[in-house]
């Protein structure tokens, strides 16, 4: 497969709002594409490279060789330079990776060099979205949509997924099954106002949990192995011997378990969420972070138990199979109402979510107790309530500070996610930002940035940050002609990819 051809759909898909439009060109362009090659496809035209952050910015790029007439490049030889590139180290490894760079633009056309300049500075945002490419993978290797859907769920990979459907067909499918030691995404949960409207919504029986402000973790045993992963599946189970030890005096020996990593003050208040993100992320002294501030376990679900799946299992039943296996201090509190219409059992949910708070917690997820466990999906069983007006939006710029944050990375521009994969503005903010908190995102931002004029650097989206507002008032300064009153920082979500951030749909229906 030439990267030109892949280049041409990229802008196709761009240019194309029509969904079932998109999934007809994608389609067409995986059947076209040998099985080998197929993943690599995927991953380009969703913005991602296999090898990760292989060190290339903006100043590398910006002085482009003469391009070539003629399309020649390949796929497989475009991932092979950026597997070189990847791999570069040490003395002497910035000269040879201008010049690698250097030669691969000159093997590609105008286009293609375009195309490449976007994919390594993480700019491909045509839409592609994992969604719209699992459906043109389906429809390309004439699979049910559901099965690759529940096998991509499986696996957390849609580009390794669509590799062996291509190359062995469905029945390829049903070897992607649920294995303790294999992470997969985690269920995500939709907003409510209130409690209230929460079960009013689910109009089921439903639980209503304590919403930590923690680590999202994933914990797998099978016999003496015990793993650790984040939302993200990154493997942290060094850094976490707290949960590797309570893990192992658990009864079962084979499971997944779904929760959060917490610490508690001397008054069983929590700490915040940067201050857990800073323990959890630390790699160096993991025993010094321990004692400097410890953390626990606080499961609310299970997956697999006793080497069987229960993900198909109704709510109310993998809780039972949970008590079973995890003590009462480590499971999440929570309160059951067994009739949503009746008003007694609401009034006693609203007050175990006033409880909650006052406990220092962030709010409460109302879970239907029929629901089965849905990973890697934002399911509608699933509804957060939290008790201020929050969204999870992207940095698109920082503005330079002046006065006492003079040189450092202060008013973020903040924006929403649009269904085609670009993102909208909203408005700026440097307010709720400590001093640790400007020092991290101007690290961060430096790492990301993609032009700076003096004044304003604009980055890559990829840095999700939660913002609390009072209101969405209308502005006609921004593209959505809206903007966000009262803005401020609660945190930098480090643990959420961009492509989780709230939508413009969801900023725009929430007005009111």
Known sequence: MLLARVADV???????????????????????????????????????????????????????????????????????????????????????????????????????????????????????????????????????????????????????????????????????????????????????????????????????????????????????????????????????????????????????????????????RPFSFQEIASRVGSRVDVEAARATLPVSPVFFDVLAADGEETLDLPGAERHAVLARLVPEPMRVRRHVVADPGDTEQVAAAEEFFAETLRRGHEGVLVKALDATYVAGRRGRSWLKVKPVHTLDLVVLAAEWGHGRRTGLLSNLHLGARALDGTYVMLGKTFKGLTDEMLRWQTDRLRELAVDDDGFTVRVRPELVVEIAYDSIQRSPRYPAGVTLRFARVLRHRTDKPAQEADTIEQVLGSRG
């Open 10 to 268: 990229s802008r196709d898909v761009a240019t194309t709002s029509a969904r079932s439009r998109k999934i007809a060109l994608l389609a067409e362009l995986f059947a076209d594409t040998r099985p080998e090659q197929v993943a690599l496809v995927i991953s380009y035209l969703s913005g991602r490279v296999p090898q990760g952050r292989i060190g290339i910015g903006w100043s590398v790029l910006k002085e482009r060789p003469e391009p070539a007439q003629t399309a020649a490049l390949t796929v497989p030889e475009t991932d092979a330079a950026l597997t070189a590139l990847a791999g570069l180290q040490g003395a002497g490894s910035q000269n040879e990776r201008k010049r690698l760079v250097r030669d691969l633009m000159a093997a590609a056309t105008a286009e293609e060099q375009q195309f490449l300049t976007r994919l390594l500075t993480g700019e491909v945002r045509q839409g592609a979205l994992d969604a719209v490419a699992l459906e043109a993978v389906a429809k390309a290797a004439g699979a049910p949509a559901d099965d690759v859907r529940r096998a991509v769920m499986l696996d957390g990979s849609l580009p390794r997924v669509a590799g062996a459907l291509f190359a062995h067909g469905p029945a390829a499918l049903a070897e992607f099954r649920l294995r303790v030691g294999s992470p997969v995404q985690p269920m995500l949960a939709h907003t409510a106002k209130s409690v209230t409207e929460a079960v009013m919504t689910l109009d089921v029986p439903c639980v209503v949990e304590e919403k930590l402000d923690g680590i999202r973790i994933q914990v797998h045993r099978s016999g003496d192995e015990i793993r650790v992963y984040t939302r993200s599946l990154d493997d942290i189970t060094v850094r976490l011997p707290e949960v590797v030890h309570a893990a192992r005096d658990m009864t079962g020996d084979q499971f997944i378990l779904d929760g959060e990593v917490i610490a508690l003050d001397r008054d069983g």
